[in-house]
Nanobody, 123 residues
Framework: VQLQASGGGVVQAGGSLRLSCAAS????????MGWFRQAPGKEREFVAA????????NFADSVKGRFTISNDNAKNTAYLQMNSLKPEDTAVYYC?????????????????WGQGTQVTVSS
């Protein structure tokens, strides 16, 4: 399974971005999809995750009410809609997939990872 993240960029504080994570290869519709981020000098941080049918989602406290996550199984793509962005959201964002449907915050539980996409929020 290969994951391709896209949609990063530079945005002013208060703005919005939508990240996409396209899965290819031997994908299964029961995978959970997650997003993590890593800022320079900091550890990888959980952002959000969603189960395969969208009935369950999990968010980090720092993004609740500002970010939403969704997936389109027909397109094998997950999305992270980021609104009201803050400078502290600046990081490289990574998407991940878990075969067992895990939507928690432990990065080692995820089986597949995409390359990162840079998000920079200017003040």
């Amino acid at each position: 399974v290969q994951l391709q993240a896209s949609g990063g960029g530079v945005v002013q504080a208060g703005g919005s971005l939508r990240l996409s994570c396209a899965a290819s290869g031997r994908t299964r519709n029961n995978y959970a999809m997650g997003w993590f981020r890593q800022a320079p000098g900091k550890e990888r941080e959980f952002v959000a995750a969603i189960n395969w049918n969208g009935s369950g989602a999990n968010f980090a406290d720092s993004v609740k009410g500002r970010f939403t996550i969704s997936n389109d199984n027909a397109k094998n793509t997950a999305y992270l809609q980021m609104n009201s962005l803050k400078p502290e959201d600046t990081a490289v964002y990574y998407c991940a997939a878990d075969r067992a449907g895990y939507i928690g915050s432990y990065y080692y539980r995820y089986d597949y990872w995409g390359q990162g996409t840079q998000v920079t929020v200017s003040s």
